[in-house]
């Protein structure tokens, strides 16, 4: 028997590539295989003898990577981050299996290597630990929030009528707090009042506590069930027996339950605040949208629209599509992309994004990306994926929570010997080990960094800082150097041809001429600057062949039949002493100068400028007092990089740096022990973004840059980096303050109920608070904002 199975392979970077592992995987005995570099995919058969470990080795044995499937889970039965941490660990027992549990959301998010498992395994082994799982599509966040929203309202109904019955004990445990011992009401009574909410309301923690037992672990459910039925037992019995001269506990049972049910209401409603931002982003595209065919006006579901669609949007009606203005103009709102308040123009040939509205004027828009490729949509999954995800700091919580169940069962049996043996006492025995397992509840551990993750990251989101995961965040607490690129980052990234200096034999249009057609073929800012300058005069530009470029030098080419060109820096070119003085002329004006050459002689000197953005020298004066080292690297030349410098207020700079040296810059100053982020825009910051600690790519940058980094800035603005790093200090001070709540409860809470200072209901009360606190502390998060620009 033999299986076939199809690899998703990256890194690879060409054929040769594919070759190399095809050639790997062939020489194994009983495999066949298939490479494509196209599909970047390898299509395997191997024997049944031949084990998947072997096949999956030999592929990353190449210096490449297996691109596992990722799958979501939507989990239920889960009461504490004990059963977060149960799930977590029984999926990833399965072969092939990477999965991370959140605790706040309950959800799974689970990688897995093709033909180790499937969707049905997952479910299957979540169930075996006493949970339910199913798999979470990414249109089933409305059903999912409708579901939580009918078992809240369940849950409200259910906590009123054990309240009603409740509330009657309570009035009993008041009258003993007064000193009556002879109690308002007959012990029969409390008995009927008491069972309905141990057995009816508190049902919960019994079918809880069941699962996860059947399932080898312990949870919070086991705590409360065990504690309860401890003193329900003991009371019923006394009751039974009519044995008078001791005290019943029905009031304490009841009221755990009750308050532990309170305290489950009001941290559900606490964590779906917490998903505000994302229900904001999704709130901001509309159902509908009123698209021109065959010259009617017809408006259609979002999910009919199609690429080509010309969509009329009127004003105050947000945009349903991403796409290019076909007609009209208006000022459109795009702060949910940007954070920046101030609305954009728009007119024919603009850009415009799904979600943004418009607050004057009327337009017509040609779709480009509709549906789940739109640019909000893409937000809203970032956004999602890095509220799921786990930041490092959680692993310490994740491990006690893993251990501190069975530990709290042992300190209660322990606390009842002792008391036992001190006392005799065994019902005050009973009540101090029932008091103790009733306060040591890990939810507040498992909530301390999940909550305060998903409410920085979506407050992020909404200002326009889009984290790509918590790690990310976590990180961008610790940075004390900042890198940054120059064009598109501290400067505009706008440049404009200035001065024209033509030499012997040329004058300024045939300099500008030359050198818009040899710049025809590149895509760099400054290409764009002569090509927008040649148009501006209506210059024609030459037919050329032999396009090249030379990184970080410049570019050439041959006229058509004709001369051969090259514009670059001067000592590219190899300027003479008169033409560097000339260009170092420029270049102490804060001009980029470019010399153009014309069958091997220079022909004229191009001085360019690229405005600095208001904003940034006010952005490296706080990042300074933020404990953040700002140093500037370019590829211009030393003067013009010092007069850049000079402007954002910045003491440390390297110019003539070539692309592939940014990374070596940023690698070695992560070697003297430098926390180090990288900002730029381009492709060719890319190596420098993925060698840093922290990538910070601006919005309005490349593809490759934004896919690189870890954080991408939608506003394209220097101080976007001090709001972001201003904002992961801030929630990592939220995570440390809920840490420190959940540890002193228990460190604090535990060693006081095993010496009978707290009551059962008194610790069902704290360990109840304990969750909601976490949770409210968390939100505080929501009144972060942005420094005014």
Known sequence: MSTSTVFPISGMSCAACAIRIEKRLNALDGVSAQVNFATESA??????????????????????????????????????????????????????????????????????????????????????????????????????????????????????????????????????????????????????????????????????????????????????????????????????????????????????????????????????????????????????????????????????????????????????????????????????????SMPVNKAVGSPVYAGTRTVEGMLKVRAGSVGE?????????????????????????????????????????????????????????????????????????????????????????????????????ERAEHINTLVVDKTGTLTRGQPVVTDVEALAGHDRASVLQLAASVEQGSEHPLARAVLDAAAADGLALAAVDDFRVEAGHGVAARLRGGQALRLGTPDWIGADEALREQAARLAAAGRTVVVLEVDGRPAGLIGMADALRETSPAAVRRLRQMGVDVIMLTGDNAATARAIAAQAGIERFEAQVLPADKARIVEGLRREGRVVAMAGDGVNDAPALACADVGFAMGAGSDVAIETAEITLMQSDLSSVADAIDLSRKTMKKIRQNLFFAFIYNVLGIPLAAIGLLSPVIAGAAMAASSVSVVSNSLLLRRWTRQPR
């Open 43 to 340: 299509v395997v058969t191997r024997d049944d003898s031949v084990p998947l470990a072997t096949v999956v080795d030999t592929i990353r044995k190449t210096g490449f990577d297996i691109v596992p499937e990722r799958v979501e889970l939507a989990l239920s039965g889960m009461t504490c981050a004990a059963c977060a941490q149960r799930i977590e660990t029984v999926l990833n027992r399965l072969p092939g299996v990477s999965a991370s549990v959140n605790f706040a959301t309950e959800t799974a998010r689970v990688d897995m290597l093709p033909g180790t498992a499937d969707v049905n395994a997952l479910v299957a082994a979540v169930t075996r630990a006493g949970y339910e799982a199913r798999p979470l599509a990414g249109d089933d966040r409305a059903a999912r929030k409708a579901e939580k929203q009918l078992a809240y309202q369940q849950e409200l109904r259910q906590f009123a009528i054990a309240a009603l019955f409740t509330l009657p004990l309570w009035l009993e445990m008041v009258s003993m707090f007064g000193g009556s011992h002879e109690g308002l009401l007959p012990r029969w009574l409390q008995l009927l009042l008491a069972t309905p909410v141990q057995f009816w309301a508190g049902w919960r923690f019994y079918r809880g506590a069941w699962h996860a037992l059947r399932g080898g672990g312990a949870n919070m459910d086991v705590l409360i069930a065990s504690g309860t039925t401890v003193a329900y037992a003991m009371s019923a019995v006394i009751t039974v027996l009519g044995l008078e001269h001791q005290h019943v506990y029905f009031e304490a049972s009841a009221s755990v339950i009750t308050l532990v049910i309170l305290g489950k209401l009001l941290e559900a409603r606490a964590k779906g605040r917490t998903s505000a931002a994302i229900e904001t982003l999704l709130g901001m595209q509309p159902k509908t949208a009123r698209v021109e065919r065959d010259g009617q006006l017809t408006e259609v579901p979002i999910a009919s629209l199609q690429p080509g669609d010309i969509v009329v949007v009127r004003y105050g009606e947000a945009l349903p599509v991403d796409g290019e203005v076909s007609d009209g103009t208006a000022a459109v709102d795009e702060s949910m992309l940007s954070g920046e």
């Open 373 to 473: 490729r739109t640019r909000l949509a893409e937000i809203v999954r970032l956004v999602s994926e890095a509220q799921g995800s786990k930041a490092p700091i959680q692993q310490l919580a994740d491990r006690i929570s893993g251990v501190f169940v069975p530990v709290v069962m042992a300190i209660a049996v322990l606390t009842f010997v002792v008391t036992l043996l001190l006392t005799g006492d065994g019902v005050t025995s009973l009540m101090h080990a029932v008091a103790v397992l009733v306060i040591a509840c890990p939810c507040a551990l498992g909530l301390a960094t999940p909550t305060a993750i998903m409410v920085g990251i979506g407050r992020g989101a909404t200002a326009g800082l889009l984290f790509r995961n918590a790690s990310a965040l």
